[in-house]
Structures are given as C-alpha cells and as structure tokens.
C-alpha cells in the first residue's frame, strides 16, 4: 500500500510538472519586465564627407504590456528606459552619444502548444525617438519603420514566464549638423530580451 501511495504520488508530480502552461485567452492581459541588449548592424551609413558611421550597442531595461484580442493573438507595446549609443566616425573620430526611445506596436501569435515552452512570433511598427545628441549642433531625425520579433516562454507557475526574445529594427535616420543635411545613419538593430512575464 505505501509503495502503491509512493509511485501514485510521484506519478501525480511527474504530471503536474509536465502539465500545459495556461493558454493564452481572449481578454487575457500580460505583463513582461526585463533588460535588453541592443545592437546596431555593423555598417550604419556613410555621412556627407565620405565619414563611416559606427553606432555601439547598450543594454537596459524592457517593459512589455500584450492584450490577447483573440485566443492566442495579441496586440503588445514594448517601452524603455532611454538606450544610449556612442558614436564614431571613421573608426576613430568621437561625435559623441546619443539617447533614443524605441515604443513598437506589435501583433502576436503564440502556438497553441501542451508543452510548458511556449513559441511565438510577431510583427508591428516602430517609432524611434532620438534625443540628447551630445555633439553641439548634431541632430538625428526621429524614425518610422516594420520590427519583427521570435520568442520562447517557459512556465514556471500557471501565470509566469521567463521570456527569451530577438528582435529587429528597421531603424534609419536622417542626420543633420547645424541644419545641414549630412546623410542617413542606419542603424537596424537587434534586441535580445530576458523578461519575466505574468498573465492576468
């Protein structure tokens, strides 16, 4: 009887562990917190002078908020705190740094799956917003453009989830020095995402 108890409890655990994570339901909310790591392309541009543009990664926090329209489908806005970008030209030449705001609109579609790993992909629209350029009289135009993303969940409680995420910007902006038209930078990052996210 107690070896009967015994295999019947561990069984019920085996089971519990591998059970399926909640779907993701119509009306349902999630909530994600994390930290990002953004990395420009390696070639961002060549400016009026013929002066080669490098723009450096940065790492810092990601706040996603995903409402479910449909079963599965979900509209998700991802916000930050501001990311900041040495510039170079040239390889050598320092024109200082430059902060940015990257609020992206996306729609989601994660697989119906019985596993705790949960795949999804979406795709939406990105508004970058440049600001606090460090070299006097430089300035980067604000940026419109698609942002593609592919993530994994994994469930660790029936509400939350660690989230690993990549996604892609397309990212290019139009630069100025003292008013003048000096070219575009085209930045084009990627952002890989660790977050915690829990639904509602």
Known sequence: ?????????????????????????????????????????S?????????????DS???PIFTVEYFVRDNLGIELLAATPFEHDITLNGSIDAGSVKHLPPTLSLNYHFPTNSVWKPYVGAGLNYTIFF????????????????????????????????????????????SLRGTDIGTAEI???????????SF
């Open 1 to 41: 009887m107690t070896k009967t108890l015994a295999a019947l409890t561990f069984s019920t655990a085996l089971v519990a562990l591998a059970a399926p994570a909640m779907a993701q339901n119509q009306g349902d909310w999630t909530v994600g917190v994390g930290v990002g790591y953004l990395e420009p392309k």
């Open 43 to 55: 070639d961002n541009g060549t400016l009026t002078g013929g002066l080669d543009v490098e723009v």
């Open 58 to 60: 940065d790492t810092r």
């Open 132 to 175: 606090d350029e460090e070299l006097p009289g430089l300035e980067l135009d604000n940026s419109f453009g698609i942002a593609l993303q592919a993530g994994l969940d994994y469930m660790v409680t029936e509400k939350g989830a660690v989230r690993l995420n990549v996604r892609w910007f397309d990212i290019d902006s139009d630069v």
């Open 188 to 198: 084009d990052p990627w952002l890989v995402g660790v977050s915690y996210v829990h």
